[in-house]
């Protein structure tokens, strides 16, 4: 328990683009039905539990240069599970508001990097606002961990850790000009640039969220009616047309725009915090037909998956890390919005009902931070047979992003009708 663990790359790059503007956490957001789960309940069930996860009673320390996770010795569970500051009970505006108040605010790095907010709501169940350091874990980290801390342990089949697909790197050593055909084919599809960017702008300290559910056997079979595409493909296609419905609300017409797409690179057995890594497409928002999109964003995901590029790119980063001037251009590169202008993710959480104390959880959703000119940011999570979509803006760059929501469950209704 002693032990100091330092911060993998991973975690640094990510602690590093927290600023005074930018929080560096995720968050979930987990609905329970009325029930004898409060503040107190919360705190027994996530103490008795924390074994399973000792990195949550963990700070930051060490050195500027050499930063490392180390116990923190005054680690008190009350500091981290508390009431929210509310008046009384909430309804959905009220409780949009609070989350977007709470993701926010930036978490104190004396303690561990984590903190969950229990509110009521107006029918009597409580809302569980849990904010978690991306340093500390991504999307698929956050849902092990909560199974971990939270769901009873009768609860159904979780999700299975995702499989990595196949990496390409043994291929490519196979031939030296199939090597650099492949390579400048990865090149030429993740470094193009797209159009300008809607949601490019210097992000301040404010945020507003909206929320989207769908039924993800729904959108499977639309997706699959739709030439074998996937509910992945789906959630990219309804993004496209909320955004499409949005822009052309505040800016009139703009030219596609590119999203960047996380891929998990976790195996079953990794205890790793962070673990993934992504590729790019262009989202066309030119086109009006949910199918037709559907389509063609299946065609260019399919493409990426083939030619594996979230492994080449997490082995091309990788590799960066032994040239620091050239690792910090691609990383520079990466970042503009002409690269990409929002990043959309889906994490898949449990297959099947969670409780807690008996009480079951109604949804469960998620959100992501925006970035430095890059003022959008949409995540999903699924429990059971819904999705969850999460839209987290800077609401001085993307005003109403409740409506790009809104906007969303409205392009899911199209799609499965329309295929």
């Known amino acids: 328990m002693g032990e100091v663990l330092a911060l993998q790359p991973e975690d640094l790059a990510i602690l590093d683009l927290e600023c005074p503007t930018i929080v560096g956490h995720t968050c979930k957001v987990v609905r329970l039905a009325p029930g004898p789960v409060d503040v107190a309940a919360l705190r027994q069930r996530v103490a008795s539990r924390i074994g399973e996860v000792p990195i949550l009673t963990r700070r930051l320390g060490g050195s500027a240069t050499a930063r490392r996770w180390v116990v923190d010795e005054s680690f008190d569970i009350d500091r981290h599970i508390g009431p929210a500051d509310v008046t009384g009970p909430l309804e959905d505006d009220s409780l949009a508001a609070l989350v977007a108040d709470l993701f926010a605010q930036h978490l104190p790095r004396d303690r561990p990097l984590w903190r969950m907010d229990v509110a009521p709501l107006v029918d009597g169940g409580v809302i569980v606002v849990w904010r978690l350091h991306h340093a500390l874990a991504d999307g698929t980290t956050a849902l092990r961990w909560a199974k971990a801390l939270m769901w009873d342990e009768v609860a159904g089949p979780a999700a299975p850790a995702p499989t990595p697909s196949t990496p390409v790197v043994s291929d490519m050593s196979h031939d030296e000009a199939r090597r650099r055909w492949q390579l400048a084919g ?60 949005w ?16 891929v998990s690179l976790h195996h079953e057995a990794d205890q790793a915090g962070n673990r993934d890594s992504f590729f790019s497409l262009n989202l066309p928002l030119h086109e009006t037909d ?29 590799e960066l890390t032994h040239v620091r001037s050239l690792s910090r251009f691609v990383t520079r590169l990466q970042a503009s ?9 889906n994490v898949p959480g449990p297959r099947g009902p969670v409780s807690v104390h008996g009480v079951p959880v109604l949804s469960l959703s998620g959100l992501a931070e925006i970035g430095q000119r890059h003022a959008l940011r949409v995540a999903a999570v699924s429990l059971g047979d819904q999705m969850s979509l999460g839209f987290c803006a800077d609401p001085s ?9 809104a906007a969303a469950a409205t392009e899911a209704m199209d799609l499965i009708s329309a295929s």
Do not use: W, Y
């Not at 822009?247 to 996380?262: S, T």
């Open 247 to 262: 822009v052309e609300a505040q800016h009139g017409r703009l030219p596609d725009i590119r999203v960047r797409v996380p």
């Open 397 to 405: 760059i993307v005003p109403r992003v409740r409506l790009m929501a």
């Open 337 to 345: 919005p002409r690269q990409f202008a929002l990043c959309v993710s």
């Open 186 to 245: 990865f090149l030429a599809r993740e470094f193009s640039e797209g159009g300008r960017s809607p949601f490019d702008g210097n992000v301040g300290t404010r945020r507003e969220i909206g929320f989207a559910t769908m039924r993800i056997s729904e959108l499977h079979g639309a997706a699959h009616r739709a030439g074998g595409a996937t509910v992945n493909d789906a959630l990219l296609s309804i993004v496209t047309g909320a955004v499409r419905r």
């Open 290 to 318: 949910p199918v037709t999109r559907l389509r063609e964003i299946h065609a260019a995901t399919q493409r990426r998956k083939l030619h594996g590029d979230a492994e080449r790119e997490d082995l091309l980063l990788r």
